[in-house]
């Protein structure tokens, strides 16, 4: 049997709340694409329908300050 190799490819959202609370979200697999208006549609939709609220002390969603590509290579040797 081979070598197993897997990739894998996420966006790492980094979220903002007023009382200073952040939060990671990570979405696999994102569809591709232009990534800038994609997460501006994202931000903008979060904001104007209070979707998101901090868990700390129910802070105001500010923004998404961050959004980082991960992309990710796993082999898994075959020893036998």
Do not use: C, H, W
């Amino acid at each position: 049997m081979a070598d197993k190799v897997t990739e894998t490819n996420e966006l790492k959202f980094e979220f903002a709340f007023a009382d200073g609370d952040t939060r990671i979200y990570r979405l696999k697999n994102p569809k591709s694409g232009n990534l800038r208006s994609q997460i501006e549609a994202i931000n903008a939709m979060i904001l104007q329908n209070n979707l998101i609220i901090g868990d700390k002390a129910s802070g105001a969603f500010t923004g998404i300050y961050r959004v980082t590509r991960v992309n990710k290579i796993t082999t898994t040797l075959d020893i036998s």
